[in-house]
T-cell receptor, first 112, second 113 residues
């Protein structure tokens, strides 16, 4: 059974730092992996979607990488800003119609 | 503006009452989903629908019911049989299957006392 883990559960860094959030999964036969952002008490916003054949995706200051063989994905945030403070969740899908399997998220706080 | 709306934002009910949460989308998406989110846990799938008049149970369907009579609407009823209904409920939609990018509504926080 696929399990998705995000460690640490919380992270606090000073503004301006580059940082990496981690997502690991137990079954490497994924179809794709998605990263989402959630602000307190709000819905989720899709950040990046990486297909299983891709190694990385970039959007602005965000870069997500995927290493299927090791069961890992990282979300790199460059030059962090207080507005990046949120919970970041990753989710994997096992095939095109399969439902998403979610990690519990990493709560990120960027200190001004 | 295309998107997903959920109403109400906050909902309070007494134990033993059924309650229906609304979810509407104007993205012309075929698939819609209901998730439950509890503190410190990942999202858990309650029900999903890939086409009108069809839906499937997710991981935690017991005590919940849904309908999909229209493409744009996917209401969730939390019944009195749900043992621990207090949670944050999120609705989402995607073009087809769950592997495609999902778009989320703002959520409904349900408190049952």
């Amino acid at each position: 059974k696929q399990e998705v883990t995000q460690i640490p559960a919380a992270l606090s860094v000073p503004e301006g730092e580059n940082l990496v959030l981690n997502c690991s999964f137990t079954d490497s036969a994924i179809y794709n992996l998605q990263w989402f952002r959630q602000d307190p008490g709000k819905g989720l916003t899709s950040l990046l979607l990486i297909q299983s054949s891709q190694r990385e995706q970039t959007s602005g200051r965000l870069n997500a990488s995927l290493d299927k063989s090791s069961g890992r994905s990282t979300l790199y945030i460059a030059a962090s800003q207080p507005g990046d403070s949120a919970t970041y969740l990753c989710a994997v899908s096992m095939d095109s119609n399969y439902q998403l399997i979610w990690g519990a998220g990493t709560k990120l706080i960027i200190k001004p | 503006d295309g998107g997903i709306t959920q109403s109400p934002k906050y909902l309070f009910r007494k134990e033993g009452q059924n309650v229906t949460l609304s979810c509407e989308q104007n993205l012309n998406h075929d698939a819609m989903y209901w998730y439950r989110q509890d503190p410190g846990q990942g999202l858990r799938l309650i029900y999903y629908s890939q086409i009108v008049n069809d839906f499937q149970k997710g991981d935690i369907a017991e005590g919940y019911s849904v309908s999909r009579e229209k493409k744009e609407s996917f209401p969730l009823t939390v019944t009195s049989a749900q043992k621990n209904p207090t949670a944050f409920y999120l609705c989402a939609s995607s073009e087809t299957g769950g592997a495609y990018e999902q778009y989320f509504g703002p959520g409904t926080r349900l408190t049952v006392t």
